[in-house]
């Protein structure tokens, strides 16, 4: 079965510690079955103009905002298949729409070596974003990230994210999904991904247990944080030990 390439849904997030975090899953492994992936990595890279103009413009809180990447699902190879993306949000619903592209295809067409590798509707959007934005590849955020979905609805579904990282060399996905830090301490990302309303269940969870909503942004939490004044930590030690 091809994968799914169109995504619209609500989504919400919820950063918790270890505690809520054992607590939460004791309650969900009840209602919902971890997929066939099981804890698997998330590797991307972000793509923004020269002067981060999307990512400010998303931190500004419009009603329409948009994100391009480039995604990769555990170990990428040479030969791997990657997603380039388009993540956009109106009005609190986000739409995602991606293209399947190899790591060399991917690589040419955002180069400007060569054209899309197919002629779809989502290519043609992405290449719209190319032409009017001139993206270049400004960090890769990875995660690992154990994801479930509902055993009675299969359009709910919940992800846990695990030690976000990112780095701001070696931007190449093949190089691996390592990097620094990007949250203190071992918080831990939930999101809520439904295309309706919440269970009953899950929303009383999360009342006993104290969890809240966050409005937590990977790309940019990393550009207020390290990228928008220059303090991306050097990675040089981690390039050394894996010799990259």
Not at 118 to 145: C, G, L, N
Not at 218 to 235: D, F, R
Request: charge should be positive; charged fraction near 30%; glycine fraction near 6%.
């Amino acid at each position: 079965m091809a994968a799914q390439e169109v995504f619209k849904r609500v989504e919400k997030k919820f950063m918790l510690d270890e505690k809520q975090y054992r607590r939460i899953r004791e309650v969900i492994d009840e209602k919902m079955t971890v997929d066939a992936f099981g804890l698997s990595t998330i590797s991307n890279i972000y793509y923004d103009t020269e002067d981060y103009s999307m990512i400010r413009r998303s931190i500004e809180g419009p009603v329409y905002k948009e994100k391009l990447r480039l995604r990769g699902y555990g170990t990428v190879k040479p030969d791997s298949e990657l997603y380039m993306e388009i993540k956009k949000k109106y009005q609190g619903v986000v739409f995602k729409r991606r293209q399947p592209v190899t790591v060399r295809d991917g690589h040419s067409w955002f180069t400007g070596l060569t054209k899309a590798p197919k002629d779809t509707q989502i290519a043609r959007e992405i290449q719209y974003m190319k032409e009017f934005y001139h993206p270049e590849p400004k960090v890769m955020i990875a995660y690992d990230r154990i994801a479930l979905f509902g055993n009675e609805d299969h359009e709910l579904r919940i992800t846990f994210d695990f030690d976000i990282r990112f780095r701001t060399e070696a931007l190449d996905l093949t190089k691996g999904s390592w990097g620094q830090p990007l949250l203190p301490g071992k918080n831990i990302l939930m999101e809520v991904k439904i295309p309706g309303a919440f269970p009953l269940w899950l929303l009383r969870a999360m009342e006993e247990l104290h969890i809240h909503q966050t409005h937590f942004s990977k790309y940019g939490t990393c550009y207020e944080k390290y990228l928008s004044h220059g303090s991306a930590p050097k990675n040089l030690l981690f390039l050394e030990r894996r010799g990259a």
